[in-house]
Each structure stands twice: as C-alpha cells, then as structure tokens.
C-alpha cells in the first residue's frame, strides 16, 4: 500500500467518525430537549353542566414562569377547535377582544394575567346530551428581561363539561 492510498483511507475513516459523532450530538439534543414551560394554563368552563341554549364561558387561568413576561404585541391570539357542542362568536380571540389588561414595565408591555380570561359562548340548539371535551391553544411572544430574549411559543389546553338535552329558559 502505499503513503497516499493510507493517507486516503485514514481521511476516509476520520470523516465517518465525524459523521458518527455529529449524528449521536444530534440525538442526543432532541433527547434532552426541555419544553420551555413559560406559560401555564388551567382551563374550565364554567359553568361545568350546560343545557342547550344556555351561555357560559370557558375561564383561562393563565400563570406565567417567574422572570418572563408574555407580550402584548406580536398578538396574543386564543384559538378553539370547532366543537359541535359550543357556539363561539369567532374561531380565534386576541387579548384585546377579551379585555385583557395590559401593563407596562422598562418601556416593554406585557398582559396581566391577574385575573382569569374568560371566553364566552353558547351551547348549541342540536349539542348531544353527555361529556364533551372543548380543545384549544394559546399562541404567545414570550420575554425575558433580565436574559434579553423572546420566544414566540404555544401552549394546548382542555376542559370537561356536561350537557343535558334540557332547554333553558
């Protein structure tokens, strides 16, 4: 063999050790991937049992991880999947449909999350008598001051109710 055909062939083997070794760094980073956790939800609908026609609200209670701070622009949107159940007056709701108060602290505003968000609907005329379960996501601009970055994330939630077939009055 000779000089250059080793010096080839030692080339060739250091290359798929380094392959090798990117390949297993990779794994291992979507492995060891965290989710952030920013924003907790705690989702119900209130009230739990509905009868057709009745108004309620599904009540969001949304905490943030200490240090962070969700923004009030890019939009803050709530979506909610369809339901056969629920009535809602739209698909998607932005912090300024809802009311949600928005505070300011070092020039940056931020949503105060003191108090639940509530998103209104009616239960439909045709809604099947049972348990249901109303789904939906909170897309959100996370920032942290302190560390100097912001991160547009989601969050799922869910809640259980009941219907009766019952009308109300």
């Not at 956790?37 to 057709?52: G, V």
């Not at 969700?70 to 912090?95: C, G, N, R, V, Y």
Request: proline share 4%; aromatic share 10%.
């Amino acid at each position: 063999m000779t000089r250059s055909s080793s010096r080839f062939i030692i080339k060739k083997e250091m290359k798929k050790v380094a392959l090798i070794i990117t390949m297993v760094c990779l794994v291992l980073s979507f492995l060891t991937a965290e989710k952030y956790d920013l924003l907790e939800i705690n989702a119900n609908i209130k009230p739990k049992r509905l009868s057709r026609g009745q108004e309620g609200n599904v009540e969001l209670k949304l905490s943030v991880k200490e240090g962070i701070f969700i923004s009030s622009q890019p939009s803050f949107i709530i979506e909610i999947d369809p339901s056969d159940t629920l009535a809602f007056s739209k698909d998607f709701f932005t912090a300024s449909d809802l009311d949600i108060k928005v505070r300011e602290q070092d020039g940056k505003e931020y949503l105060d999350f003191s108090d639940p968000v509530l998103v209104p609907f009616t239960v439909k005329p045709e809604a099947e008598r049972g348990n249901h379960i109303l789904r939906g996501k909170v897309k959100y601009f996370a920032c942290s001051l302190e560390e100097g970055w912001c991160l547009k994330d989601k969050e799922e939630f869910s809640a259980t109710f009941y219907t009766s077939i019952r009308e109300t009055d």
